[in-house]
């Protein structure tokens, strides 16, 4: 693939003696959106948990930019540029929304201890351009008249949003989005499509994990299949959902015409 900004080569990963991923390869190429996607316990999560540095890998390599980012802290890994969101909403419930994005810009904001301490000129410009950035994202994300509201007070739809519009404030070159339409309603959902092809007109590459096909056809440009660890099949949203090993795995005959139908 062109371009390619993450490299996932020969990943695997094996829990006392149980592969739960196994020579996992893609590329996701700068600019574009990659889903992956697989039935349950294909090890999606497992794959998101390795590029981000939550789980070590037993073997393999992860690139970002063409440099390894094995063995690094998950930290480092954001400082790098890959940023993700959760399956489950994590959040800071009682700060308000922009302080959660704030906090998500850590990385992005030095100072030294005393600066900040003694709250020096060089502090407070320092947090002033952060809270112009935060509101900006809010802003971006749709959000903005929710700047002051706690995260937790917010309807589910729109923390799906801030959990988004937080891992933005890292400056990532790579989002991973870990199921980000789960629960989500119809109207929520293409307010969520909308979003994501808002973010790569920021540049953004992105990488997704979802199980509603629709929502997966709809926006990837590639489309990398799991199951059981192993990746068992590649390409465009065509190629994937009339592949045969896929149906038979994953969408069923009854999906698959379902796509055909609304493609």
Request: aromatic share 4%; charged share 20%.
């Given at each position: 693939m ?51 540095g939550m ?43 922009l ?20 709250r ?20 971006f ?67 997704l ?8 056809m ?13 990746k ?28 055909e139908?609304?493609?």
């Amino acid at each position: 693939m062109s371009d390619p900004l993450l490299e996932v080569e020969d990943l695997s990963v094996r829990f006392r003696g149980l592969t739960a991923l196994s020579g996992v390869t893609f590329t996701v190429s700068k600019g574009s959106v990659h889903g992956l996607i697989g039935p349950n316990g294909a090890g999606k999560t497992t794959a998101f948990n390795l590029i981000s540095g939550m789980t070590p890998q037993t073997s393999g390599t992860v690139r970002l930019n063409g440099t390894a980012l094995d063995g690094l802290p998950t930290y480092a890994r954001t400082a790098r540029g890959l940023a993700r969101t959760f399956q489950n909403v994590r959040m800071f419930r009682e700060m308000s929304a922009l302080e959660n994005v704030m906090a998500g810009a850590h990385l992005r904001t030095p100072g030294k201890l005393g600066a900040i301490l003694f709250r020096l000129p060089t502090f407070r410009a320092q947090e002033k351009q952060a809270v112009a950035q935060a509101r900006e994202i809010l802003s971006f994300v749709g959000l903005a008249d929710q700047a002051e509201r706690p995260g937790g007070d917010l309807a589910y739809g729109d923390q799906r949003r801030l959990e988004i519009a937080r891992a933005l404030a890292s400056d990532p070159k790579l989002l991973m989005l870990d199921e980000p339409a789960a629960g989500m309603n119809p109207s929520e959902k293409l307010g969520l499509i909308d979003l994501i092809a808002k973010l790569r007109t920021r540049g953004l590459a992105l990488l997704l994990v979802e199980h509603d096909m629709h929502f997966v056809m709809k926006l990837c440009d590639r489309i990398t299949v799991l199951n059981f660890g192993a990746k068992i099949a590649e390409g465009a949203p065509l190629d994937v959902r009339t592949n045969p090993t896929v149906i038979e795995a994953y969408l069923g005959a009854k999906v698959a015409h379902g796509l055909e139908a609304k493609a």
